[in-house]
């Protein structure tokens, strides 16, 4: 059985750092590329950043350049997110996924496994 478990949400203040785990069991995923979504209260799942299986390749929403960085240790079977300078509207449920091979990087229907999500919480 596959399954994908998200670790190291919380609170946290405005402009302060969390980082993220996705680590992934029942199968190795070290020659998928994985991504970040994120849901917030009455809003759809959004992408937030994706990564190659190899690591050479990276895409991030806008809204999210140059804070967030996601990265991998196929070793350890875990992707990462490290999520700097945070604001108020990083506040969702952040879930890592699994993305079809060949397919775009940032709609929803693109990724088949998911995770249960961990909840992180920006405070002003």
């Known amino acids: 059985q596959v399954q994908l478990v998200e670790s190291g949400g919380g609170l946290v203040q405005v402009g302060g750092s969390l980082r993220l785990s996705c680590a992934a069991s029942g199968r190795t995923f070290r020659s998928d590329g994985m991504g970040w979504f994120r849901q917030a209260p009455g809003k759809e799942r959004e992408f937030v950043a994706g990564?190659?299986?190899?690591?050479?390749?990276?895409y991030y929403a806008d809204s999210v350049k140059g804070r967030l960085t996601i990265s991998r240790d196929n070793a350890k079977n875990t992707v990462y997110l490290q999520m700097n300078n945070l604001k108020s509207e990083d506040t969702a449920v952040y879930y890592c996924?699994?993305?079809?091979?060949?397919?775009?990087?940032?709609?929803?229907?693109?990724?088949?496994?998911w995770g249960q999500g961990t909840q992180v919480t920006v405070s002003s």
């Open positions: 996924a699994r993305h079809v091979g060949g397919t775009a990087w940032f709609p929803v229907s693109s990724y088949d496994y």
């Open positions: 990564l190659s299986w190899n690591s050479g390749s990276t």
